[in-house]
């Protein structure tokens, strides 16, 4: 018979050996607490390197002659500072997608685009007076932001509406009209000159970020369609400078409060 008490005894042993080697091995592993980078812009005359700079200096100046090139005029300078409901760029904005997205719209689906509402703070910069580049459109829509379209009830026109008033912002609208009363409700509620109807189909033009509730705007999300054009706002921008010959002042009443 086999002498379990004396075979306990002798695994155990070797199970407290293979314990001590192990902590042993681990002991004199070096392991690394600290990672140090510094970031040499290769744009920097004492970090450039002949051969590099010489690769990128042809595509550089190819990008720079195209965003540098002329492609319009503007008359005054177009920001979002200079209005509580509505700005100058935030109209040109609107209108802009609204028009150009419609051509897209109109060609792959056979209907029009109602209403254009976007955020301000998609914004990111002015559209200063005098010539207007390609460089200008980057520097206004930074990001990679399409064109998505999508299909609501005039209930959830009314929603919008309602979060256009509560946030106090202008946001760029286009399409739609609208009077604030003295308890801070809308009336007369408009889209292309009608009176919005609860149950009617509302196409409405924004950016893929709003249209998955961004910013708060999940009125989006209730949508029964979507349509994404794959036009970036950026390229919608370009292609209207290119155009135009002067770009408009936008100006007209698209909200009133009483």
């Known amino acids: 018979?086999?002498?379990?008490?004396?075979?306990?005894?002798?695994?155990?042993?070797?199970?407290?050996?293979?314990?001590?080697?192990?902590?042993?091995?681990?002991?004199?592993?070096?392991?690394?607490?600290?990672?140090?980078?510094?970031?040499?812009?290769?744009?920097?005359?004492?970090?450039?390197?002949?051969?590099?700079?010489?690769?990128?200096?042809?595509?550089?100046?190819?990008?720079?002659?195209?965003?540098?090139?002329?492609?319009?005029?503007?008359?005054?300078?177009?920001?979002?500072?200079?209005?509580?409901?509505?700005t100058t760029i935030g109209n040109l904005m609107a209108d802009v997608t609204l028009t150009r997205g419609n051509l897209v719209f109109q060609a792959r689906e056979k209907k029009n685009i109602d209403i254009c509402l976007l955020n301000s703070?998609?914004?990111?910069?002015?559209?200063?007076?005098?010539n207007v580049t390609a460089r200008a459109a980057f520097e206004i829509m930074p990001f990679e932001n399409s064109l998505v379209v999508i299909a609501l009830k005039g209930e959830q026109i009314f929603e919008m509406v309602d979060f256009f008033i509560g946030e106090k912002k202008p946001h760029p609208l286009a399409g739609i009209t609208f009077t604030i009363d003295k308890n801070n409700v809308a009336k007369n509620?408009?889209?292309?000159?009608?009176?919005?109807?609860?149950?009617?189909?509302?196409?409405?033009?924004?950016?893929?970020?709003?249209?998955?509730g961004g910013d708060n705007m999940n009125f989006f999300k209730k949508g029964v369609q979507k349509f994404d054009l794959e036009y970036k706002?950026?390229?919608?921008?370009?292609?209207?400078?290119?155009?135009?010959?002067?770009?408009?002042?936008?100006?007209?009443?698209?909200?009133?409060?009483?």
């Not at 155990?12 to 970031?39: D, H, M």
């Open 1 to 86: 018979m086999v002498n379990l008490k004396k075979y306990n005894d002798v695994s155990k042993l070797f199970v407290i050996f293979l314990t001590f080697l192990f902590v042993a091995s681990c002991s004199k592993q070096n392991y690394v607490t600290k990672i140090e980078g510094k970031r040499i812009p290769i744009t920097e005359k004492e970090n450039q390197v002949p051969a590099i700079e010489n690769f990128i200096r042809p595509y550089r100046e190819h990008i720079n002659k195209d965003l540098d090139s002329i492609l319009a005029y503007c008359p005054e300078t177009l920001d979002k500072s200079t209005g509580k409901w509505q």
């Open 121 to 130: 703070g998609g914004i990111r910069s002015i559209l200063p007076k005098g």
């Open 189 to 212: 509620i408009l889209v292309q000159g009608k009176l919005v109807q609860k149950e009617t189909i509302y196409y409405v033009g924004t950016n893929d970020y709003l249209s998955n």
């Open 233 to 258: 706002l950026r390229n919608i921008l370009i292609d209207y400078f290119k155009e135009v010959d002067t770009i408009p002042v936008i100006k007209d009443v698209r909200i009133t409060v009483e």
